[in-house]
T-cell receptor, first 114, second 116 residues
Framework: ETGVTQSPTHLIKTRGQQVTLRCSSQ?????VSWYQQALGQGPQFIFQ???????GRGNFPPRFSGLQFPNYSSELNVNALELDDSALYLC?????????????FGPGTRLTVT | AQSVTQLDSQVPVFEEAPVELRCNYS??????LFWYVQYPNQGLQLLLK??????LVKGINGFEAEFNKSQTSFHLRKPSVHISDTAEYFC??????????????FGKGTLLTVNP
């Protein structure tokens, strides 16, 4: 069973640039959720994708957007990067309609905005 | 909306001592409860969860937690810790649903440091 993978591991961008982060779901999972974890904080929910559509969104501006593909992998796009976007971005996969209610997290992408 | 408060940001203990990490939550609806562990430079790993039934839940690595609805708490315990338990621990909740996985709301975390 393949776990959740994310790429890249680390990324350095300049304020105002755009970035795309990628996530491959665990085998058999149909839902992907993205979280932002600032230094010293707990993860904050950004949004969730199910059946290639956004299925819930946290308190993040529209410059945070996402995609889910037919193979259930996902992308997180952030436009007009700000210094406060520096964080660990975590992807979690799960299954809608199941009974475990567990979300399986990837290792994260560390984004630094300078 | 839900919120989670982890009452201790840091908990230092000696090896083989017992430990309790405290978690309280607030929600206007019924919730599921989770504890996750995060080792340095890694993602989150599920330790245990409470969905329904027995309020004492056992998880991996010898951890257990007890759900107390009247006190809206879900404290994590281990009777004897090891150096390898040093990590950040997060309490999280999600609202009860009929098979749908809703967002997790996390606390700010408790750094458990186990000293020799």
């Amino acid at each position: 069973e393949t776990g959740v993978t994310q790429s890249p591991t680390h990324l350095i961008k300049t304020r105002g640039q755009q970035v795309t982060l990628r996530c491959s779901s665990q085998s058999g999972h149909n839902t992907v959720s993205w979280y932002q974890q600032a230094l010293g904080q707990g993860p904050q929910f950004i949004f969730q994708y199910y059946r290639e559509e956004e299925n819930g969104r946290g308190n993040f501006p529209p410059r945070f957007s996402g995609l889910q593909f037919p193979n259930y992998s996902s992308e997180l796009n952030v436009n007009a990067l700000e210094l406060d976007d520096s964080a660990l971005y975590l992807c979690a996969s799960s299954t809608q309609g199941g009974l475990s209610y567990e979300q399986y997290f990837g290792p994260g992408t560390r984004l630094t905005v300078t | 909306a839900q919120s989670v408060t982890q009452l201790d940001s840091q908990v230092p203990v000696f090896e083989e001592a017992p430990v309790e990490l405290r978690c309280n939550y607030s929600s206007s609806v019924s919730v599921y409860l989770f504890w996750y562990v995060q080792y340095p430079n890694q993602g989150l790993q599920l330790l245990l969860k409470y969905l329904s039934g027995s309020t004492l839940v056992k998880g991996i690595n010898g951890f257990e937690a007890e759900f107390n609805k009247s006190q809206t708490s879900f404290h994590l315990r281990k009777p004897s810790v090891h150096i390898s338990d040093t990590a950040e621990y997060f309490c999280a909740v999600s609202r009860v649903s009929g098979g749908s996985n809703y967002k997790l709301t996390f606390g700010k975390g408790t750094l458990l440091t186990v000293n020799p």
